[in-house]
């Protein structure tokens, strides 16, 4: 199926612990992004790539450290993580970085104790 | 940090009716539109976009821009239980890439 597909789909975790997400897409899009959707539903932008350059680097803690190895895949590594850090975070993708038409991913929600 | 604001809701409508869904945008030099619906625990999903004032019209489904008032809404016809979701607006900030949404509405349409 083409779509944008993410792993894992739950993270349960503690503080100060280190986590990956994963996410490719397989529909011939050049940007990719990463959101957090927070408990009160807020979406909220946090990293864009577009063919693998960092495109958007919002405010967001360096303990967030996206990689993109190639512009199907975008990965989203999390240091030494918070009780903050708990929410759902999807990732997405858009024809190009001018084309704001996105596709998300199902999303994986982490939960850090 | 740009705004864009909406009525949190919840909207109730009744089968049939018709939802109207408000957004509105603080960044004058915002371009381009969207309207996202996101069902409880289910990702986000594109259903209309809009770059020029006026309406836009897709089956059930009319998105109106008024870029005076810096005012989009969604109205959605006929408003089925399945309609019954989030709606988020979306708006790309002007001069920067980046898709700027508001909080949603959540949509409740009953049988």
């Known amino acids: 199926d083409t779509a944008v597909s993410q792993t894992p789909k739950y993270l349960v975790t503690q503080m100060g612990n280190d986590k990956s997400i994963k996410c490719e897409q397989n529909?011939?899009?050049?940007?990719m992004y990463w959101y957090k959707q927070d408990s009160k539903k807020f979406l909220k932008i946090m990293f864009s790539y577009n063919n693998k350059e960092l495109i958007i680097n919002e405010t967001v803690p360096n303990r967030f450290s996206p990689k993109s190895p190639d512009k199907a895949h975008l990965n989203l590594h999390i240091n030494s993580l918070e009780l903050g850090d708990s929410a759902v975070y999807f990732c997405?993708?858009?024809?190009?970085?001018?084309?704001?038409?996105?596709?998300f991913g199902p999303g994986t929600r982490l939960t850090v104790t | 940090q740009k705004e864009v604001e909406q009525n949190s809701g919840p909207l109730s409508v009744p089968e049939g009716a018709i939802a109207s869904l408000n957004c509105t945008y603080s960044d004058r030099g915002s371009q381009s539109f969207f309207w996202y619906r996101q069902y409880s625990g289910k990702s986000p999903e594109l259903i209309m976009f809009i770059y020029s004032n006026g309406d836009k019209e897709d089956g059930r489904f009319t998105a109106q821009l008024n870029k005076a008032s810096q005012y989009v809404s969604l109205l959605i016809r006929d408003s089925q239980p399945s309609d019954s979701a989030t709606y988020l607006c979306a708006v790309v900030q002007g001069g920067s890439e980046k898709l700027v949404f508001g909080k949603g509405t959540k949509l409740t349409v009953n049988p």
């Open positions: 529909l011939g899009h050049d940007t």
């Open positions: 997405a993708s858009s024809l190009g970085q001018h084309s704001y038409e996105q596709y």
